[in-house]
Every structure is written in C-alpha cells, then in structure tokens.
Nanobody, 125 residues
Framework: QVTLVESGGGSVQAGGSLRLSCAAS????????MGWFRQAPGKEREFVCA????????YYTDSVKGRFTISRDNAKNTVYLQMNSLKPEDTAVYYC??????????????????WGQGTQVTVSS
C-alpha cells in the first residue's frame, strides 16, 4: 500500500505561481511513475503531467507546457509541481497519483493505482 499526501494548494491571481508537493509513504519501492491530475467542477479528471520514478522521463499535457514543471526527490519520496503563469482555467482540485506498472498510457487516470486526497488551486482573474 502507498499513501500519497498533497500540499501547497491555495488561491492566487492570474500570472502568479504555486508549488504543490506530494509526499509518498508506505511501499514506495513499488511505484513506477507519479502523475498529477486535476478536476474542475463539472468536468472529468484530466492529466496534467507525470514523471517516471527511476529514469525521470517526463510528460506534460499541452496546455501546461512551458508553465508547469514536475520534479521528484527520490530520497524524500516526494514529487513537486511548480506552476507558473497561472491562468483562471487552471482552477481545479489537483491530485497526485502513483502507478505501479508504468505502462505507456501515462495520461489515463485508471492506469494509476494510488491517489492523494487532492488540493484546491484557485486562480482569479
């Protein structure tokens, strides 16, 4: 079992920045990949970015490329999401997730085995 705890959400104005953290505990050695997803009210959960635990391969959805940066600290079992140039459309609950198998379907929520509780990010115009 793996437990994920997100932190760092909050409210900012458009153009501002936030840094989210996701700390993993438990059987962290089984994790192959960590991902960030977000869900806005009335919308489906969508992929934001992901990083493989060992090789550090990184994937971003197009809408956040150049603005968001995912990174990991293997020693701390923690993944970070640095979000710059935030826009109102980035407003959502952000979730981190862990995948045991590391399949090619890195952008699909049902490929991930463990989820955090989510943290709210609100960007005002």
């Amino acid at each position: 079992q793996v437990t994920l705890v997100e932190s760092g959400g909050g409210s900012v104005q458009a153009g501002g920045s936030l840094r989210l953290s996701c700390a993993a505990s438990g059987r962290t050695f089984i994790m192959s990949r960590m991902g960030w997803f977000r869900q806005a009210p009335g919308k489906e959960r969508e992929f934001v970015c992901a990083v493989t635990w060992s090789a550090g391969s990184i994937y971003y959805t197009d809408s956040v490329k150049g603005r968001f940066t995912i990174s990991r600290d293997n020693a701390k079992n923690t993944v970070y999401l640095q979000m710059n140039s935030l826009k109102p459309e980035d407003t959502a609950v952000y979730y981190c997730a862990a995948d045991k198998d590391g399949t090619s379907k890195f952008d699909r929520p049902n490929e991930y085995d463990y989820w955090g509780q989510g943290t709210q990010v609100t960007v005002s115009s």
